[in-house]
């Protein structure tokens, strides 16, 4: 479901890449280039920070998904697909199941 809604996020935002549209802020942030694009990531984690600090979720969420959206643009900028991020996240996953086993066996010796 997650995945779903990311993907589809990312389709419009590639789509915005290849196909400039008036009025998009997609199309702004590519314009502008990567300086833009990256100073608009940190922005939205130091806001997702803050937020989290402040004990806000749902401040929170909405900066998260502002976060996800322009890592989203930055990976579209740099020619980098959703399907890289998620296959080193489920390398990282079974890195981790090892290592719990790992750790269970050595505690059990
Ligand atoms: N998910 C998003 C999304 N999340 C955040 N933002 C924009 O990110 C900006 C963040 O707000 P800020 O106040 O930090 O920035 P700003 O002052 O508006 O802009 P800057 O001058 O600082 O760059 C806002 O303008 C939001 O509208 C988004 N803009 C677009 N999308 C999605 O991207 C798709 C394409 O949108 P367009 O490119 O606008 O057609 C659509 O499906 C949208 O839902």
Not at 14 to 22: C, L, M, S, V, W
Not at 71 to 76: G, I, K, P, S
Not at 85 to 95: D, I, N, S
Request: charge should be negative.
């Amino acid at each position: 479901m997650a995945n779903d809604t990311l993907q589809g996020l990312f389709e419009i935002v590639k789509a915005r890449k290849a196909q400039p549209e008036e009025g998009s802020y997609t199309c702004y942030l590519f314009d502008k280039g990567l300086d833009k694009i990256l100073k608009k990531c940190g922005e939205e984690c130091s806001e997702t920070i803050i937020a989290a600090k402040n004990m806000d979720n749902a401040e929170t969420v909405n900066e998260i998904c502002d976060l996800f959206y322009h890592l989203l643009v930055l990976m579209a900028q740099q020619g980098i697909e959703l399907s890289e991020v998620e296959a080193v996240l489920e390398e990282r996953r079974k890195k981790i199941g090892n290592l719990k086993q790992f750790h269970q066996t050595n505690k059990e010796s």
